[in-house]
């Protein structure tokens, strides 16, 4: 699976959109970029994912350039409550099952009020 | 939405005793669960892919011997740590895939915080 590249830390005041670089640039055609997050002490949370087009869903939406070789997760209003540690993945999708996650450094992104 | 239940939320025990930890897939099936391990300040390490009927495929550097999986059912993959030691304290997480579609993607447990005493 193709390696990604986040910051490390990031801030972003409450009530404002929280925008989320990642940098993907070895992806391959067949690769879809997952985004998840971790709250202190849980376990990852799905976010969104997807393939070449722009995607959103109630949580989020995910910008993926037209080469593919970055996305960016925006948290439209973000909350206090969205403070965590966000994490880019890329992986290669199919209906095989031992299609495993690779977790990087990830993001940790703090919600201020 | 897919959910995975990991059992217990944190347990306590003895160094040299021995732990089970639950992982459920409660509203579908899954043919291979996945275990992480996460030490504090740190990311998910992938431990080892859990496949339903077979053999677990261990990563590199985990020990087979000492954390045992064991995925009977496609709905349920236990992970046992045998002999634990101080060491051994950790997060441990397990998920699992519905493979209702292609991309679909991993939901994950809330996780279970082993301490060794």
């Known amino acids: 699976d193709a390696k990604t590249t986040q910051p490390t830390s990031m801030d972003c005041a409450e009530g404002r959109a929280a925008n989320l670089p990642c940098n993907h640039s070895?992806?391959?055609?067949?690769?879809?970029v997952y985004w998840y997050r971790q709250i202190h002490s849980q376990g990852p949370q799905y976010i969104i994912h997807?393939?070449?087009n722009n995607e959103t869903n109630e949580m989020a939406s995910l910008i993926i350039t037209e080469d593919r070789k970055s996305s960016t997760l925006i948290l439209p209003h973000a909350t206090l409550r969205d403070t965590a540690v966000y994490y880019c993945?890329?992986?290669?999708?199919?209906?095989?099952?031992?299609?495993?996650?690779?977790f990087g450094q990830g993001t940790r992104l703090t919600i201020n009020p | 939405g897919a959910v995975v239940s990991q059992h217990p939320s944190w347990v306590i025990c003895k160094s040299g005793t021995s732990v089970k930890i639950e992982c459920r897939s409660l509203d579908f099936q899954a043919t291979t669960m996945f275990w992480y391990r996460q030490f504090p300040k740190q990311s998910l390490m992938l431990m080892a892919t859990?496949?339903?009927?077979?053999?677990?495929?261990?990563e590199q550097g985990v020990e087979k011997d000492k954390f045992l999986i064991n995925h009977a059912s496609l709905t349920l993959s236990t992970l046992t740590v045998t002999s634990a030691h101080p060491e051994d304290s950790s997060f441990y997480i397990c998920?699992?895939?519905?493979?209702?579609?292609?991309?679909?993607?991993?939901?994950f447990g809330n996780g279970t915080r082993l301490t060794v005493t």
């Open positions: 998920s699992a895939r519905d493979l209702g579609t292609g991309s679909s993607p991993l939901h």
């Open positions: 997807g393939l070449k």
């Open positions: 070895t992806i391959s055609g067949n690769e879809y």
């Open positions: 859990s496949n339903e009927g077979s053999k677990a495929t261990y």
């Open positions: 993945i890329v992986r290669v999708g199919g209906i095989q099952g031992a299609q495993k996650l690779v």
